[in-house]
């Protein structure tokens, strides 16, 4: 599976933005897939990952409650809702795709190029 990561943009503290990761090939029942971050001088932190079969949700403490991640079997895509951004949140945010949850880089295998988010205040 390739996955491409589209959505980012710039937003205003306070404000949304949903995120869409979207599969070429089938995203299979048994896969995890995440979303990643990168702010600049930062290294990548773990953002939210989803069972694509069970739909079990997974979030770091610093977005839970604020942003929510989805999926779409029949579209083949995964989403990210990110409600009361703030300027922590401004990031290269990434997804990734793997056979087991976790929340290091080495536990996803396929990932899509990243997607620009941009919080202004």
């Known amino acids: 599976v390739q996955l491409q990561a589209y959505g980012g943009g710039l937003v205003q503290a306070g404000g949304f933005l949903r995120l869409s990761c979207a599969g070429t090939?089938?995203?299979?029942?048994?896969?995890?897939v995440g979303w990643f971050r990168q702010a600049p001088g930062k290294e990548r932190e773990f953002v939210a990952a989803i069972r694509w079969g069970s739909g079990v949700r997974y979030y770091a403490d610093s977005v839970r409650g604020r942003f929510t991640i989805s999926r779409s079997s029949a579209e083949n895509t995964a989403y990210l809702q990110m409600d009361s951004l703030n300027s922590e949140d401004a990031a290269i945010y990434y997804c990734?795709?793997?056979?087991?949850?976790?929340?290091?880089?080495?536990?996803?295998?396929?990932w899509g190029q990243g997607t620009q988010v941009t919080v202004s205040s």
């Open positions: 990734a795709a793997g056979s087991e949850y976790g929340t290091t880089e080495s536990a996803y295998k396929k």
């Open positions: 090939g089938r995203i299979f029942s048994s896969a995890v």
